[in-house]
């Protein structure tokens, strides 16, 4: 079946430390890669994202994310996280066929401490 | 990025009416519209596939004659949740894809409708 896994169902962290989320997948093909950002009550906004090429992509707010296709799993990183980082964070996978639907993850929610 | 657009972003309804959310790509043809349903504190979970002049596709498990989706036009897509009871209360998320290098084309998600019913 296909599944998206996010390991980390809540992260607390300080300022200035270091951020990863884990996310493995499930699929059976070649899928794209994504990570979203939902800050409290906003929407949906995209990070980053994975087609092919460079396993290592950079997004936005100086996060980054390594696709390690070996190990299915896409995680997100950030070197030093900010107070305004605290949000959900969900990994999603696109199936590069058929209806080209996507699947989340059940989403990681990130508190940083001021 | 491309935009979408939903209306309204957020309903209060009465228990037994319908409601109508309108899902609108506004610089691009969307050929496919997906909808998913979001409970507080947890993920995004697909409810339907629609392609453009066909019938939606409903994953398993959301009733197709509850949750009625049209895809009339390549820029919009309607979700109507009918008879609403308050447990069809939630955040209704659409995206929309076009049509173009098929393996590359991402989807772009709309604001979200948040639907209360009383």
């Known amino acids: 079946a296909q599944s998206v896994s996010q390991h980390n169902h809540h992260v607390i962290l300080s300022e200035a430390a270091s951020l990863e989320l884990g996310c493995n997948y499930s699929?059976?093909?070649?899928?794209?890669l994504f990570w979203y950002v939902q800050y409290p009550g906003q929407h949906l906004q995209l990070l980053l994202k994975y087609f092919s090429g460079d396993p290592l992509v950079k997004g936005i707010k100086g996060f980054e994310a390594e696709f390690i296709k070996s190990k299915f799993s896409f995680n997100l990183r950030k070197p030093s996280v900010q107070w305004s980082d605290t949000a959900e964070y969900f990994c999603a996978v696109q199936a590069r066929w058929g209806t080209y639907k996507y699947i989340f993850g059940t989403g990681t929610r990130l508190k940083v401490l001021a | 990025g491309a935009v979408v657009s939903q209306h309204p972003s957020r309903v209060i309804c009465k228990s037994g009416t319908s409601v109508k959310i309108e899902c609108r790509s506004l610089?691009?043809?969307?050929?496919?519209m997906f909808w998913y349903r979001q409970f507080p504190k947890q993920s995004l979970m697909l409810m339907a596939t629609?392609?453009?002049?066909?019938?939606?596709?409903?994953e398993q498990g959301v009733e197709k004659d509850k949750f009625l989706i049209n895809h009339a036009s390549l820029t919009l897509s309607t979700l109507t949740v009918t008879s609403a009871h308050p447990e069809d209360s939630s955040f209704y998320i659409c995206s929309a894809r076009g049509q173009g290098g098929a393996m590359n084309t991402e989807a772009f998600f709309g604001q979200g409708t948040r639907l209360t019913v009383v």
């Open positions: 699929y059976g093909g070649t899928v794209n």
């Open positions: 629609s392609n453009e002049g066909s019938k939606a596709t409903y």
């Open positions: 610089d691009f043809q969307a050929t496919t």
